[in-house]
């Protein structure tokens, strides 16, 4: 994907944030070879191998892969000053925190070196354990490591809600070109029901969010953004219909809203 994406566009630049499996050396390493165009930020590993580069060749036997044996990210951290800042955090937060960071070059067998900095981060406020994330620009300042995968948030999120509202991952195919169709169109639903309500919200700039009794909001959620959408559909193409508009001219506008409210509201 990242490859496609960078001969798609070769006059940008990217970061591509990753996690898990994809926050691998192999990833680095292949982000290193178009460093001109891409950077990546993922998570680090505390006993990582980190070394420093090989020395000049001397002209006598093989030359050498890597330099100096460089103290792990973990004994770094164990010794080192921590530095006091705030970043932004999960959820669009600002949080208060430690850093350590360190330049190095990440080595695997076979494998060669990525020149990289890695940042140790420790939540002051007590919520999230601590961890430790890399970049392969070494340039990169240590509180936009930080912050570049903290954003991956609204990743998360955009997942958790297309699960929860629209299906995704919960429907059954008998092939896997099914399922090639059917889970990319529930993603542009999401980003579809998303750019209505934006759009919404810069006519009207007052969300309308339920007043239940028991559950108070202070923000919209992607469910009121979907029920918002549900109720535009009813109200300018199924209220608006020539077999059901002269009805709902009778019913008094109060009893009108709130019946267009539990439609919207209904899955």
């Known amino acids: 994907m990242m490859r496609v994406l960078l001969g798609w566009f070769p006059d940008k630049s990217f970061v591509v944030v990753g ?3 994809f926050s691998s050396h192999e990833t680095a390493r292949w982000a290193q070879r178009y460093r001109r165009q891409l950077t990546f930020v993922g998570r680090f590993y505390a006993n990582a191998g980190l070394y ?7 002209g006598q036997g093989r030359p050498r892969v890597k330099g100096d044996k460089r103290p792990t990210p973990a004994e770094v951290t164990r010794d080192a000053q921590r530095y006091k800042t705030q970043v932004d955090w999960y959820g669009g937060e600002r949080r208060k925190v430690s850093l350590v960071s360190g330049p ?3 080595y695997k067998a076979g494998r060669g070196l990525v020149h990289l900095r890695w940042v140790y981060v420790e939540d002051r406020q007590g919520t999230h354990r601590p961890d430790y994330f890399f970049s392969t620009d070494p340039r990169m300042p240590q509180r936009q490591i930080v912050e570049y995968y903290t954003s991956r948030w609204s990743i998360e999120t955009t997942f958790q809600e297309i699960r929860a509202h629209l299906g995704f991952e919960m429907t ?3 092939s896997p070109s099914a399922v090639e169709r059917v889970e990319p169109w529930l993603l542009a ?3 579809l029901v998303s750019l209505l309500y934006i759009r919404h919200m810069k006519r009207r700039r007052t969300p309308r969010l339920p007043r239940w009794p028991w559950y108070q909001k202070e923000e919209a959620t992607f469910a009121d953004a979907l029920t918002l959408v549900r109720r535009q559909i009813w109200m300018e193409s199924v209220f608006t219909h020539p077999l059901f508009a002269a009805a709902v001219k009778k019913l008094a506008p109060n009893v009108r809203d709130k019946l ?8």
């Open 19 to 21: 996690d898990g499996d």
């Open 52 to 58: 420093d580069p090989p020395p000049a060749y001397a």
């Open 104 to 106: 190095g070059h990440w």
């Open 172 to 174: 059954r195919h008998w």
């Open 189 to 191: 639903l999401f980003s």
């Open 260 to 267: 267009v409210d539990y439609l919207a509201q209904a899955a």
